[in-house]
């Protein structure tokens, strides 16, 4: 990736106004945010972009969202899968790298998953 280029970063949540917070504060860090509102539309997305980081909604914090979290991992086993869950349990499923409670710190782990696969 040149200097130049932001990283796509993937949201998926079904709630609008998530996705909304989401992307906006992705664009204040300079990364460009992509959006789709279902596990199945982010896989689609997944396998026809170059996506450098998937963030998954806590409404996903389920069998369903871990599956898409897992799909991710088959289409490419290195792209970083962030969790965004305010009432995580400490359990980190197969498939998720990271998780975050709220927006802010979704920022601060997504930069040390971006740094790591660089």
Not at 37 to 59: H, R, Y
Not at 86 to 93: D, F, I, K
């Amino acid at each position: 990736m040149s200097r130049h280029e932001k990283h796509r970063i993937l949201c998926v949540s079904p709630s609008r106004f998530m996705l909304n917070r989401m992307r906006s504060s992705l664009s204040s860090r300079e990364y460009e945010a992509l959006t789709a509102d279902t596990p199945e539309q982010a896989v689609a997305f997944c396998v026809s972009n170059n996506v450098a980081a998937v963030v998954l909604d806590s409404e996903f914090a389920t069998t369903h969202g871990w599956s898409a979290a897992q799909t991710f991992k088959g289409i490419n086993p290195h792209l970083p899968v962030l969790l965004l869950a305010s009432n995580h349990n400490g359990h980190t499923p197969v498939g998720i790298d990271a998780v975050a409670p709220t927006v802010a710190v979704m920022l601060d782990k997504l930069n040390l998953l971006l740094t790591r696969n660089s």
